[in-house]
């Protein structure tokens, strides 16, 4: 099992910045994918980025592309995710999750482990 730890969120006025942080431990593959998804009380989990860690594949959905980045941690087993210029649309709970492959896939549905998420607010 991979077990996955998302913490960083919090409340941050429109035009900032947050970082996430994903910890994964636990059996880990040769090759697999780490992706961002969101969801808030109105709209269905939806696709943020994802990186192949190997690092040959990146995707971000349309709405984040040029203001949210992955970058890996020193170590091995984290990822980060840095948020600017928040808008109060992108304010949701943040779950970080592991598949298998080496594409940079943004269907949720193979994505078997999943962290429990992390709250972010955005005010206006």
């Given at each position: 099992?991979v077990?996955?730890?998302e913490?960083?969120?919090?409340?941050?006025q429109?035009?900032?910045?947050?970082r996430?942080?994903?910890?994964?431990?636990?059996?880990?593959?040769?090759?697999?994918m780490?992706g961002?998804?969101?969801?808030?009380?109105?709209?269905?989990?939806?696709?943020?980025?994802v990186?192949?860690?190997?690092?040959?594949?990146t995707?971000?959905?349309?709405?984040?592309?040029g203001?949210?980045?992955?970058s890996?941690?020193?170590?091995?087993?984290?990822?980060?995710?840095?948020?600017?210029s928040?808008?109060?649309?992108?304010?949701a709970?943040?779950?970080?999750?592991?598949g298998?492959?080496?594409a940079?896939?943004?269907?949720?549905?193979?994505?078997?482990?999943?962290g429990?998420?992390t709250?972010?607010?955005?005010?206006?």
């Amino acid at each position: 099992q991979v077990q996955l730890v998302e913490s960083g969120g919090g409340l941050v006025q429109a035009g900032g910045s947050l970082r996430l942080s994903c910890a994964f431990s636990g059996r880990t593959f040769r090759n697999f994918m780490l992706g961002w998804f969101r969801q808030s009380p109105e709209k269905e989990r939806e696709f943020v980025a994802v990186f192949s860690w190997t690092g040959a594949a990146t995707d971000y959905a349309d709405s984040v592309k040029g203001r949210f980045t992955l970058s890996r941690g020193d170590t091995r087993n984290t990822v980060y995710l840095q948020m600017d210029s928040l808008k109060p649309e992108d304010a949701a709970v943040y779950y970080c999750a592991a598949g298998h492959g080496v594409a940079a896939v943004t269907n949720r549905g193979m994505y078997p482990y999943w962290g429990r998420g992390t709250q972010v607010t955005v005010s206006s």
